[in-house]
């Protein structure tokens, strides 16, 4: 079946291979960074299990370093009741799992399994690492579905219910106050929906859109962002029309995201700069900001899933703006500087006829 290293020494690690060796695997052990190299470089094992039961950020280290000298070796972490952002340092170090204790034989068999068959059907090494971190997204995203989607819809249910009983006894004002409650459920259900969605294989559900209107909305929307930052913006919408196949939510996510970098990027004060054009076939949206820029380390990683430079958030709305332009047969190419901000530039496929028998 193949070789798994199981790292670790204490009373748990010695369980960990014990359920290991219940799928035919032949189990290596190691208790420590130089003796797994060791073990790595003599046996030649499939796949690595790191277990964090006494300490998640040795645990942490022994990944990163682990995953630096053998960046083809699939490594599978388990970990106690890992937070948001624990499991995004894990995906930057670039495991190809995580587990959750409790901890099954066919949960470890089944994660060994699948890392093992990545590895080998994938043979260039830079798909294979965001494979990696995008299939490991999606388990995540499953055990966010579980813990936070279900109890946000029971709370969705009970804020609707409570306004229905407050209807005709309470002020408007009151009402209000629930209509915020409801509404900020809603944002909080979207986030977690979007998680998903990147998760998921994305069908595109197209049908002849006026990118100017989508942007003009996607701006509305973050009216509040801009308001309180005091971010000017400077809109210029092509008069030709911008007339594409698109999915519009998609598209509309997409555009959020980028925006909301660009506030995020400012400081009190500054100025975001949109603009369409359209011609030769192609729809072109260029988002300009005045904010702080990025370097050339932020701008190689700029793309990769779960990378981020802010306290908050996945690090996934970059990721998931690109995924969807390549979708729609598109490209995305950005310019920053740091400290002299940042541009992204985006071209749709464009239907030209449709457009022009539009502005007739």
């Known amino acids: 079946m193949g070789k798994v290293l199981v790292i670790g020494g204490s009373a748990s690690g010695a369980a960990v291979a014990e359920l290991v060796e219940r799928g035919s695997y032949t189990v290596l052990r190691a208790w420590e960074l130089e003796s797994a190299l060791a073990t790595v470089e ?8 790191i277990d964090c039961d006494k300490s998640y950020r040795d645990g942490l280290a022994l990944l990163k370093e682990l995953s630096r000298r053998t960046p083809f070796l699939p490594i599978i972490v388990i970990i106690k009741r890992p937070k948001i952002s624990q499991l995004r340092e894990i995906m930057q170090a670039r495991a190809a799992d995580f587990i959750a204790p409790p901890v099954t034989a066919d949960d470890l068999i089944r994660s060994v399994g699948r890392a093992i068959k990545e590895r080998c059907c994938c043979h260039d090494p830079k798909r294979f690492d965001r494979d990696e971190k995008v299939a490991a997204l999606g388990r995540m995203a499953a055990q966010v579905a579980h813990e936070v989607r279900n109890p946000l819809a029971g709370l969705q249910l009970y804020s609707l219910h409570l306004k229905s009983k407050l209807a005709g006894k309470v002020a408007a004002s009151e009402i209000a106050l629930v209509d915020k409650i409801i509404d900020g459920i809603g944002q909080l259900t979207e986030t977690t929906e979007r998680v998903l969605s990147f998760a998921r294989t994305v069908t595109l559900s197209r049908r002849r859109v006026n990118l100017n209107r989508v942007v003009a909305d996607s701006l509305a929307l973050l009216e509040p962002q801009l308001r309180e930052k005091n971010i000017r913006v400077n809109l210029t919408l092509t008069e030709a029309g911008a ?9 509309r996510s997409a555009l959020i995201n980028l925006m909301l970098n660009a506030i995020q990027a400012m400081a009190v004060g500054g100025q ?3 603009t369409t054009a359209a011609g030769e076939g192609a729809l072109r949206l260029a988002i300009t900001d005045t904010g702080c820029g ?9 793309f990769e899933p779960f990378y981020t430079t802010k306290s908050q958030g996945l690090g996934l709305g970059m990721s998931f703006a690109s995924r969807v332009i ?15 901000g940042t541009s992204v530039n985006i071209a749709l496929p464009a239907e030209e006829e449709k457009a022009n028998a539009a502005a007739r």
Do not use: W
């Not at 007339?243 to 598209?251: R, T």
């Open 294 to 302: 990025m370097t050339e380390e932020q701008m190689k990683n700029l």
């Open 272 to 274: 975001m700069i949109v």
């Open 243 to 251: 007339y594409a196949m698109l999915d519009e939510a998609s598209v």
């Open 42 to 49: 003599s046996d030649r094992p499939d796949a690595a299990i």
């Open 326 to 340: 390549q979708l729609h047969g598109g490209q995305i190419a950005v310019q920053s500087r740091a400290g002299a």
